[in-house]
C-alpha cells in the first residue's frame, strides 16, 4: 500500500517521505538496543563496537598496576565526543584522527550505564563539543546528564568560538561549569599557537562568555596550557579581573600518535617547556588564589577518559590505548584497563565543590 502511494508521488517528494520513516526506524531500533544485547539480535541501522571492528584493535590490553579484585569508580568522567575541532591549535593532544560521533540516545544510554557505576560528575570535552549540531547535541546531553540522571555536577570545555547566548537561554539551567580554553591574552600569540579563527578575537570572546555566565548562572572556569610561546606571559591581573572559579594550568603534554610521533596529526615537540620553567610560572601567579596548577605527573594518569566510542583511553605509556567500549562489554569490565590512578586524581584535587547549587556564587 505505501509503496503504491509512493509511485504515485513525485520524486523529490518521495525521497522526502522515506528519508523521514528511515530516521524514524533508526531511532526506533536504537531505543530498542538494550533490549536486544541478552538475544544478540542484529537490528537495522546497528552498528556494533566489538572487538572485530577498527576502533577496537585486537592485540593485548594495558595492564594494571593495582589489584584487579578492586574496582574503580568512575566518579568524574571526561567524554570527548568527537574529535573535530575548528581551532588548531599546534599542541592538541585529542586529534581529529576520526570524524565519528555516537547517535544522541545511544550515548545517553552509556552516560545512565555510568551513573549506575557511581559517576557524580560528567564534563563534555572534544575536539570543540559545540561543532555538532551548533551546540544542540552537547546541551540535550547536558539536559539529560542534569534532569533525567541528577547528576550533581556537569561541565563542557570549549574554545567557545561558536557559542552563542541562545544557548544559555535553552541549556544554562542544567549546566554547572563552562571551561573556556585560553592560552593567552595577547592575541597574536593565540594566532601562534592555533587558537585563531579569521577575524574573531579569542580574548574579547572570553569576556563576553564570562558575561553569560554570570548572567545565566552558570559557573566560569579557564583551563591554560603553558607552552613555549606564553611560558613568560603574566597573566595576574587578566585572571583576576574575571575571576573564575578555577584556573586550571597545565604543562604542555606530549602523547604518541596524537601531538608526536609518526602516526600524529600534530607535532608539539616545539611547544615544551621544562618542568623548571613550568614552576617559574606557577610562581608568577602563586597569589592568584583560584589557581589549579597540572605538571605532566599530574596529567598523566589521574583523568578517565572517554573517547567517541565510549573506550577508556589508557595514558600509561605515554600513548591513548583504547579499552573496549562500555557499550559492549559495561562499565565494570572496560574501566580494569583505563590505566586510572584514583590517588593521583585526589592529589591533583578532582574531587572539589564541582555543584553550582554548593557554590553560594554571587552571580
Known sequence: MLLGVLYRLPLAVA??????????????CWSLAPLSRPLSLPLPGWRRVSTLSPVSPV??????????????????????FTRQCNYKCGFCFHTAKTSFVL????????LAMLKEAGMEKINFSGGEPFLQDRGEFVGKLVQFCKQDLKLPSVSIVSNGSLIREQWFKKYGEYL???????????????????????????????????????KYAVAFKINSVINRFNVEEDMNEQIKA????????????????????EDAL??????????????????????????????NQKMRDSYLILDE??????CRNGRKEPSKSILDVGVEAAIKFSGFDEMMFLKRGGKYVWSKADMKLDW
Open 15 to 28: 525521497r522526502a517521505v522515506l528519508a523521514a520513516l528511515h530516521g524514524r526506524l533508526c531511532a526506533l
Open 59 to 80: 592485540g593485548p590490553r594495558p595492564e594494571r598496576d593495582d589489584d584487579d579484585d578492586e574496582s574503580l569508580t568512575p566518579t568524574s568522567v571526561n567524554y570527548h
Open 103 to 110: 547517535p544522541l540516545e545511544e550515548a545517553k544510554r552509556g
Open 176 to 214: 554547572d561549569i563552562l571551561a573556556i580554553s585560553c592560552d593567552s591574552f595577547d592575541e597574536n600569540v593565540n594566532i601562534l599557537i592555533g587558537r585563531g579563527q579569521g577575524k574573531k578575537n579569542h580574548v574579547e570572546n572570553l569576556h563576553k562568555l564570562r558575561q553569560w555566565c554570570r
Open 242 to 261: 574575571l575571576n573564575p572559579v578555577r584556573w586550571k594550568v597545565f604543562q604542555c603534554l606530549l602523547i604518541e600518535g596524537e601531538n608526536s610521533g
Open 266 to 295: 600534530r607535532e608539539a615537540e616545539r611547544f615544551l617547556i621544562s618542568d623548571e620553567e613550568f614552576e617559574q610560572f606557577l610562581d608568577r601567579h602563586k597569589d592568584v588564589s583560584c589557581l589549579v596548577p597540572e605538571s
Open 309 to 314: 566510542y565510549m573506550r577508556f583511553l589508557n
